[in-house]
Structure formats: structure tokens, C-alpha cells
């Protein structure tokens, strides 16, 4: 088959750059820190797509985009805090603190940062755990982004096409995926960037340009209304109904779940302190801004119109069209309508975003077990038993986070965009723990240790609980509410005024939860040492 | 949203807000990035260079 030969030409010189471009790196060493000790600049565009290749991962495009394709363009608020949140905030307010105190700290990883700025190896510990648990959640719903795409690509079952892309991702990782070389990241971000821009271009163009496509997406709102009207669609053109099912799921998980949620990401967090300066934070500012708006703006956009394709086509939407499959809407719409070197370039693009996230995941799994996990124990274990320990960590979570996403799809219905949830649940729960403490430790000198400590405690407990007994399409599927209140999910239908309990994402309780502790202890709690917080602080 | 009023043929206001906003934000970050593309640079502390030399026997451990 002509297709099926070009996709194993491309994928094999991908994969051959891809090793190029770390051979040379290794070589060279050019690794982000080399820059640092070395007193030399990396390209700021090299520098800023190797972040973009970082936060982008098959989740937001396949998972994300699928989830487009049911609720509508509404998602592209999502876009809206993706940029200004997790770009501008993160980068300006957050980035340059975290870089200089993780240098003063000499902190290597999130739970290190944590635990030395509240002088808690307590804090260290706890943040390594929660980390270690529930990252493979993550990790998992991104190597099942790809896998979906593979299993409608080459048409072959789910369960190999995940087999196959866990053995390039686990080979990466082996071959030294993990040094995160500049320049192989930024080749990733820069092959990420030129698909999803090209797609973009020919799925407008194909349905006449903007404007036409927007209209013709605009009048089967009948068609959505009739199959979700129930549950508050309103056309993928329109925001769902105001406190509707899907207005809540759409904007308490999907948008704030993930758009906030990511400030408070461990392995993204890690990265300001790889940064030579912070003039290379600002430079980034401007390659992120518009990469995201590519990829995400992209993805939810194209997801969204793909209703249109699948309506001409067959008379289906896009929701039946793929059998109530929600990760298989883009594969699909791919497949069916862009020419098949486009598709295959849009797998490439895929498997470059996976590795190029699960290649950051997998350094911070690693790490937490050998270094913030081992450390914290105070064993002081040789430097080869340490090195044993942290790469039986990363095999660990490797084997779990493929094992989730073989187990995840038989547990949770069809149709629920498992994938978007999956990433929305792991952001969540980090933003409601970590982000009082991490934002709080940045910004204040007032924050006391036993404050971080029962912040982050209850935001972690208060949110655990909300997934496990009233977030429904959690809960349901957990079965701890039917095993204790014979019923899927606490508050069941029951509504206070607009707000519909069953459909509230676990951060906007979490998150709250979390803050109010942080600041109530922080007023009555005994600060640190003022010589300790000069150390975080610097003598200013 | 009234069936006739539309942006850029998209029904809804907040819609299309949200579309614009995406690109409007974008676009404040590349005005920050030029705006700053020089500034805070250079000074690295000792500091800087004990951590990368830390982070990268680390990363050599990996």
C-alpha cells in the first residue's frame, strides 16, 4: 500500500533525526544546564519550541481536540487560559521565581523545591508520593492519545497499536530520551508546529474559508440539539446552557480543571530552573504564545469542524460517526478527509508530542523515586545503588502508566472523553495541593511550614474524596460511594441554585479548600527562621 | 443567541470572544517577547553554574 509505505518512510527518518539530533547532543552535550555552566545562549527559538514540545502532548490534540468535536468551539476557552495562564503567568510571574530560588535552594525537582522552601522533608516526601501515584494517570492518557490515532491509521486493535507505542516511547527513554537535548525537543516542537498549521489551513480552506466554515458549522446545531439538547448543547457554535451538565463539565473540568491546573505541574515547573536566565523566560514568552495558540487553537478548532466533514460525508456527526469514540474524532477526520501524507505527517507530529512529554514525565517519576523518595528516608545509598533505584522508578511507572491505558478504556463507558478527563483529574488534584504552597512559597515570606503541610494535605484528601464519592463519571466507575451509599455518585441529581454537585470538578473544591487553610494557619502558625527565608528569598 | 446575529459566523457571543481572545492573547505574548527580548539577560551567579553542574550529573544518573 502507497500510504501505508510513506507513513514507514517518515516515521523512519523521524525516528532516525530524532536519534541524530540526541547522538549529536550527547556528543556535544547540549544539554539545557550546559548553557548555564558554559555562559553561552541557545537559539530562543530552539530554547522556546523545546518548551512548547514539553507542555503539548498527544492529550491535548487527540483527547483535547476529540472533546472539540462533541462540545464545540466553547473549548477555545481552554485555548484562552492554555496562553494567558499557562504561558503568560506561568512564564513572567512564576518562571523567574521558581528559577532563582530553585538555584538558591538547590532544588532539582518539584518535591525538593517544596521541601526545602518550608524547611519540611515531610513536604518532600508527601509531594513525591502524590507525584509517583498518580502522574502514570497522566503518562497513560498520553500514550493513549497516540494509540488511538495508531489503531485507526493502521487499522489495526487498540491494545497492539498501544503495545507498539509504548516500545518507541520506552526505547526513547532508554536511548537517552530523558537528557531532554535541546535540540531534539525543539526539532519535535518545530514538527509539531508545521502539522498542526497545515491542518488548520486545509480544513478551513476546504469547507471555503473562515467565515463559511464557522456557518456551515453553525447551522447543524439542530442536529446537535437534538441528540444533546438534554444536556445543555446548544450547537458547537454556542456555549452550552448555563448550569447546564455540559456547561459544567466544559468549564468546571475541561477549561479551569486544566487551564489552572497547569500552573501547578511538576515536570513543567521543573523546567524554569533549567533556564540560563531570565531573559531567555521572555524570549520563550513569545514562541509559547504562539505555539500554543497553534496546537491547542488548532486542535479544538479543527475538532469542532470535523462535525461539518462527517455531516457531508455520511449524515452522521462526528460523536456517531466513531462510535461514540471521542479520542478517535481526529484520527478519524484525518483519515477520511486530509490527503494521507497529511495524516501521516499529523502522526509523526503525534508520536513527537508524546515522546516529547512522556520523556518529561518520565524524568520527574524517575527522579521523585530516586532522589526525593530515597533522600527523604535518609538513606544514603551509594551512587550506583542510586542510579538502580531511580531507573527501576522509571520502569515501574513505565510498566503502570501502560497497564492504565490498557485497563481505562474497559472500565469507563464510550463516549465520556476519557482522555481530556484523565488529563483534567491529574491537573486538578496537583493545582489543589501544590499550587498555595508553590505560589504562596514564591511570592511570601508569610506562609509558615505547618501551613504548606495542611494545605496541601486537605487540598490532596478534600479532592481524593470529591473524585471518589460525588464527581460522577469518576465515582461511578470507582464504586466506593455504591459500596458505602448504594448509589453512584453522594449528591446524585441535586442542585443548589445553578450549581449542579455531581458536574463540579473536584479543583474548585480542592483548590479552595486548599487556600483557605494555607492562609487561615499561615496567621496563626509560628513562620520560619528568618535566616531560612533569607536563604529562599536571597539577601534582598 | 438570536438566530441572525452572528461573528464571524459563529453564534455565540462568549464564542466568539473566546476566539478572539486566543489570538489576542497570543499576540500580548509576542508583544512581552519583543519588548524584553534583551532584557534580564546574562548575569549568571555561582549559584547558577553549582545547580546546572548538580542537574546535570543528575540527569546523567537517568
Request: hydrophobic share 55%; glycine share 10%; aromatic share 14%.
Amino acid at each position: 500500500m502507497e500510504g501505508t509505505l510513506f507513513l514507514f518512510v517518515i516515521t523512519m527518518v523521524y525516528l532516525f533525526i530524532t536519534g541524530y539530533l540526541g547522538y549529536l547532543g550527547y556528543r556535544n552535550t547540549k544539554t539545557a544546564t550546559d548553557y548555564m555552566v558554559a555562559g553561552r545562549n541557545a537559539h530562543p527559538v530552539v530554547m522556546a519550541l523545546s518548551y512548547g514540545a514539553t507542555f503539548i502532548s498527544t492529550s491535548a490534540i487527540v483527547g483535547f481536540g476529540g472533546a472539540a468535536g462533541m462540545f464545540g468551539m466553547s473549548v477555545l476557552w481552554l485555548t484562552v487560559l492554555n496562553i494567558s495562564v499557562g504561558i503568560f503567568i506561568a512564564f513572567v510571574f512564576l518562571g523567574k521565581r521558581t528559577r532563582a530560588m530553585g538555584h538558591r535552594l538547590n532544588a532539582h525537582t518539584f518535591p525538593e523545591l517544596v521541601g526545602r522552601r518550608f524547611d519540611s522533608k515531610f513536604l518532600g516526601l508527601f509531594s513525591a508520593l502524590v507525584i509517583i501515584i498518580f502522574m502514570p494517570l497522566y503518562t497513560s492518557v498520553v500514550l493513549m492519545g497516540a494509540a488511538k490515532f495508531i489503531e485507526v491509521r493502521l487499522s489495526i486493535s487498540y491494545e497492539a497499536a498501544l503495545l507498539f507505542f509504548s516500545a518507541i516511547v520506552a526505547l526513547y527513554v532508554i536511548m537517552g530520551g530523558l537528557k531532554g537535548v535541546m535540540y531534539t525537543d525543539a526539532a519535535q516542537g518545530g514538527i509539531m508546529l508545521v502539522g498542526m498549521a497545515a491542518i488548520l489551513f486545509l480544513s478551513y480552506y476546504k469547507l471555503g474559508g473562515i467565515q463559511s466554515a464557522h456557518e456551515q458549522l453553525t447551522a447543524l446545531a439542530p442536529e446537535a440539539v437534538s441528540v444533546f439538547g438534554k444536556a445543555g448543547h446548544q450547537g458547537w457554535t454556542s456555549m452550552p446552557e448555563f448550569g447546564s451538565r455540559f456547561w459544567w463539565i466544559v468549564i468546571s473540568t475541561l477549561v479551569m480543571g486544566v487551564g489552572i491546573g497547569v500552573l501547578a505541574q511538576p515536570q513543567l515547573a521543573v523546567r524554569f530552573m533549567t533556564v540560563k536566565s531570565n531573559m531567555e523566560l521572555n524570549r520563550a514568552v513569545m514562541v509559547g504564545g504562539v505555539f500554543i495558540l497553534l496546537m491547542t487553537g488548532t486542535a479544538f478548532t479543527v475538532g469542532a469542524l470535523s462535525n461539518v466533514y462527517f455531516f457531508n460525508e455520511s449524515g452522521q456527526i462526528a460523536f456517531f460517526a466513531t462510535n461514540k469514540d471521542i479520542e478517535q474524532i481526529i484520527p478519524e477526520f484525518l483519515k477520511r478527509f486530509m490527503p494521507f501524507w497529511m495524516s501521516d505527517i499529523f502522526f509523526v507530529t503525534l508520536m513527537a508530542a508524546a515522546m516529547s512529554t512522556a520523556s518529561g514525565q518520565f524524568h520527574v517519576m524517575g527522579t521523585s523515586v530516586g532522589r526525593d523518595l530515597f533522600d527523604a528516608f535518609g538513606k544514603n545509598l551509594s551512587s550506583n545503588a542510586s542510579i538502580l533505584v531511580t531507573r527501576l522508578g522509571i520502569l515501574i511507572t513505565l510498566i503502570a502508566s501502560v497497564l492504565l491505558a490498557y485497563i481505562l478504556p474497559v472500565f469507563f463507558e464510550s463516549g465520556i472523553a476519557i482522555v481530556a478527563r484523565g488529563t483534567a483529574i491529574f491537573m486538578g488534584l496537583c493545582a489543589a495541593t501544590f499550587l498555595p504552597m508553590y505560589v504562596g512559597g514564591l511570592y511570601t515570606k508569610r506562609i509558615t511550614k505547618s501551613a504548606a503541610i495542611w494545605g496541601g494535605l486537605a487540598g490532596f484528601i478534600v479532592s481524593l474524596l470529591w473524585i471518589l464519592f460525588v464527581h460522577e463519571k469518576e465515582s461511578s466507575v470507582l464504586l466506593a460511594c455504591n459500596a458505602l451509599f448504594g448509589r453512584p455518585s453522594f449528591f446524585g441529581e441535586t442542585r443548589t441554585g445553578f450549581i449542579l454537585w455531581s458536574e463540579v470538578d473536584a479543583l474548585f473544591i480542592g483548590l479552595p479548600v486548599s487556600v483557605v487553610i494555607t492562609v487561615v494557619l499561615s496567621c496563626i502558625t509560628k513562620s520560619l527562621p528568618l535566616e531560612h527565608l533569607k536563604r529562599c528569598f536571597g539577601a534582598g | 443567541m438570536e438566530g441572525d446575529v452572528m461573528y464571524l459566523g459563529i453564534a455565540d457571543f462568549w464564542v466568539f470572544l473566546a476566539y478572539v481572545l486566543c489570538i489576542g492573547s497570543a499576540v500580548l505574548c509576542v508583544l512581552y517577547g519583543l519588548i524584553n527580548w534583551n532584557r534580564n539577560g546574562g548575569e549568571i551567579t555561582p549559584e547558577d553554574v553549582t545547580w546546572a553542574k548538580e542537574e546535570d550529573k543528575l540527569s546523567e544518573e537517568l
